[in-house]
């Protein structure tokens, strides 16, 4: 093996670690957005894909995304179970071509998990194991090859320095298609799903944006001024979102809320995502600071126009900053912040500085991840619920809540001190109706209570 750079190893290794934190985070942001009686499943559904990814990535995920190809759509199996040598196996990515793989795994793992967010409260889990590893093989390996892994867009010329199209655009767009497949939450349901714990909320997405910076300066592939830059501009579009989304909420409602904080931290990081290591720092700022409203607008106008029940804006946040923060890099991007010229994925300069190549390239790379996401997901959907009939919890369940219905297991007690029904409870007409009963009495309280 040849001899490596340690000190670039070892800010791969810690970028890895800070992308494996992410998922943790995005489990708590979302299940502080869910109701009280779904925490534990909305918890859980971002949990287990620490697992299931992870072994499907050491498996066959890492070889169908970045080794060999066929017709630049996705990779074949020649690294199955990763029995490769470092040398036949080299990448410019990063130190060695494991070191890749660690860091690539974590992107693997925190991609499917943002979809969950938008079917809380309405999905068996079983089903959702399923759907999630036919989801990976279908859409995301596919993706993560056409863009890094030597396929067809990167021929083409679109570039996502990390994971602009291949991580936010596919997961928001597929949460959106699995939402409308599963259908609508009852209007009560709804009613009842406000954000149950907003310091957990904030927890949560503070941890994203801990976690960000291994995700985009860890792109880089190395210890570099790449490395610092693409930490400086995704700082500087998140902190320019936070303050954008607080100011659209001061002049949309007249207050500013922790909820709105939260989000527009996650909306800045997804905008700047893919052009982090490619544009300006000042250009950041802009990036940043224009994703607010653009995600405002979908959020509060255009979903309760359509009328589509994506419980917590995963396709609004995710998919349509995704959208934003492509066209954004094919406007701003400039050739030249890669140390190593040869290796700098920019051809031409962004719309800004003159140049229309890049940003036809990037629609193109937007329009094929909105199709293949729509179609791979309804394939992984489909072939799920043929297997399993149903996929979507009945509507006992849905009101009784996932929590102690999936799990068994209730994220609190009642307000009175005593827990619900605890695991192995069967679930008669007259114990389900005692405790709808029970979780209406304990909400009115609540709601005296805070006034």
């Not at 979903?303 to 959208?323: M, N, R, T």
């Not at 309804?378 to 009939?389: C, D, M, N, R, S």
Request: with cysteine; net charge negative.
């Amino acid at each position: 093996m040849n001899t490596v750079n340690s000190g670039d190893i070892s800010w791969m290794l810690t970028s890895s670690a800070l992308v494996l934190i992410m998922t943790p985070g995005l489990a708590l942001f979302y299940g502080g957005m869910a109701g009280r009686k779904n925490i534990v499943n909305t918890i859980m559904s971002s949990a287990f894909i620490l697992g299931l990814a992870s072994i499907l990535w050491v498996l066959f995920g890492f070889s169908l995304s970045f080794s060999g190809g066929a017709g630049g759509i996705i990779g074949d199996l020649s690294w199955f179970g990763m029995n490769f040598t470092e040398d036949s196996a080299a990448t410019a990515y990063a130190p060695t071509t494991v070191c890749f793989a660690v860091f690539q795994m974590m992107f693997a793992i925190i991609t499917p998990a943002l979809i969950t967010g938008a079917l809380i409260g309405r999905m068996r889990f079983s089903a959702l194991i399923l759907f999630i590893t036919l989801w990976s093989i279908v859409v995301y390996y596919p993706l993560a090859h056409m863009v890094w892994g030597g396929g067809y867009l990167m021929e083409l010329g679109a570039i996502d320095f990390a994971g602009g199209t291949v991580v936010h655009i596919s997961s928001g767009v597929s949460a959106l298609m699995a939402a409308i497949w599963l259908g609508k939450r009852k209007k009560t349901e709804i009613e009842e799903s406000r954000a149950h714990n907003m310091p957990l909320v904030f927890l949560g997405a503070a941890l994203l944006w801990f976690g960000w910076f291994g995700f985009n300066a860890g792109s880089a592939g190395a210890a570099n001024t790449l490395a610092v830059h693409a930490f400086m501009t995704t700082n500087t579009a998140c902190a320019a979102a936070l303050l954008s989304w607080m100011l659209i909420e001061k002049m949309h409602k007249g207050k500013t809320t922790l909820s709105g904080v939260s989000t527009g931290i996650v909306v800045g990081l997804v905008a700047i995502t893919p052009g982090a290591g490619f544009v300006p720092i000042w250009a950041s700022l802009l990036i940043g600071a224009l994703v607010s409203p653009i995600c405002y607008f979908f959020i509060t106008v255009v979903k309760p126009k359509f009328g589509y029940d994506d419980s917590l804006d995963a396709f609004g946040c995710h998919g349509i900053g995704g959208v934003w923060g492509a066209i954004a890099t094919g406007v701003f991007a400039v050739k030249g912040f890669n140390p190593d010229p040869s290796a700098d994925a920019v051809k031409w300069n962004g719309l800004f500085f003159g140049q229309t190549e890049l940003l036809v390239r990037q629609l193109i790379a937007i329009g094929i991840t909105l199709v293949l996401s729509l179609i791979g997901t309804a394939i992984a959907l489909g072939v799920t619920q043929l297997i399993f009939k149903r996929i979507r919890v009945t509507p006992e369940e849905e009101v009784l809540g996932l929590d102690v219905c999936e799990h068994g297991e209730p994220a609190y007690p009642a307000f009175d001190g005593v827990d619900s029904p605890a695991v192995g409870y069967t679930f008669s007409e007259e114990v389900a109706a005692h405790t709808e009963k029970d979780y209406r009495t304990e909400r009115k309280s609540a709601e005296t209570v805070g006034g």
